[in-house]
């Protein structure tokens, strides 16, 4: 089993629409956990840390259910600059500071 | 955020010739920075961490003869790819993570896309 599995997608969505991702964790363990960015040909930008309560950004809201290891990002009303990969990140050890990555989904936002 | 530079952005070169990559954080002190390499539609792969004043830590299946890291300031790694080859052509990325983030949040440089001819 990957330490981090996300649903590859492509995802394609028409613009104002919502869009959920998923993302699984395997180390229980696992300290922190973030959702990055991709755009084609460019590096990862970090979009949101998740918090154990969940939190919110604007149109982007991300949960984290530890019982399920399981993270979510939900973007509502998409933009067509949404279209990117995105990218599911933990942090298994806090303090060792290594990051294991999900392979991403790729969103494209439909006119 | 906090801000990481990396230069060059891209880089042609001779096969069987050396490459030196910086990476540097400009608005904050790294103890530790990170070295990835991504090929086209795959993932990052982490390919060492780099460690201000000792010795890099490299992931399993990375020559560290090949892949030369030095951190020698708390703002500045530099990655050398020696004696490159074709293979070598990838994007390689850096990051730093941010000591005051309630996460250690990473922040990565631009990448710099090596093409090896």
């Known amino acids: 089993r990957k330490e981090v599995e996300q649903d590859p997608g492509p995802f394609n969505v028409p613009e104002g629409a919502t869009v959920a991702f998923n993302c699984t964790y395997s180390n229980s363990a696992s300290q922190s956990f973030f959702w990055y960015r991709q755009d084609c040909r460019k590096e990862p930008k970090l979009l949101m840390s998740?918090?154990?309560s969940g939190n919110e950004d604007g149109r982007f809201t991300a949960q984290l259910n530890r019982a399920s290891q399981y993270i979510s990002l939900l973007i509502r009303d998409s933009k067509l600059s949404d279209s990117a990969t995105y990218l599911c990140?933990?942090?298994?050890?806090?303090?060792?500071?290594?990051?294991?990555f999900g392979t991403g989904t790729r969103l494209t936002i439909i006119p | 955020g906090a801000v990481v530079s990396q230069h060059p952005s891209w880089v042609i070169c001779k096969s069987g010739t050396s490459v030196k990559i910086e990476c540097r954080s400009l608005d904050f002190q790294a103890t530790t920075m990170f070295w990835y390499r991504q090929f086209p539609k795959q993932s990052l792969m982490l390919m060492a961490t780099?460690?201000?004043?000792?010795?890099?830590?490299?992931e399993q299946g990375v020559e560290k003869d090949k892949f030369l890291i030095n951190h020698a300031s708390l703002t500045l790694s530099t990655l050398t790819v020696t004696s490159a080859h074709p293979e070598d052509s990838s994007f390689y990325i850096c990051s730093a993570s941010e000591p005051s983030g309630r996460f250690h949040e990473q922040y990565f440089g631009p990448g710099t896309r090596l093409t090896v001819t």
């Open positions: 780099s460690n201000e004043g000792s010795k890099a830590t490299y």
């Open positions: 998740v918090y154990s």
């Open positions: 990140v933990v942090n298994p050890n806090f303090g060792n500071e290594k990051l294991t």
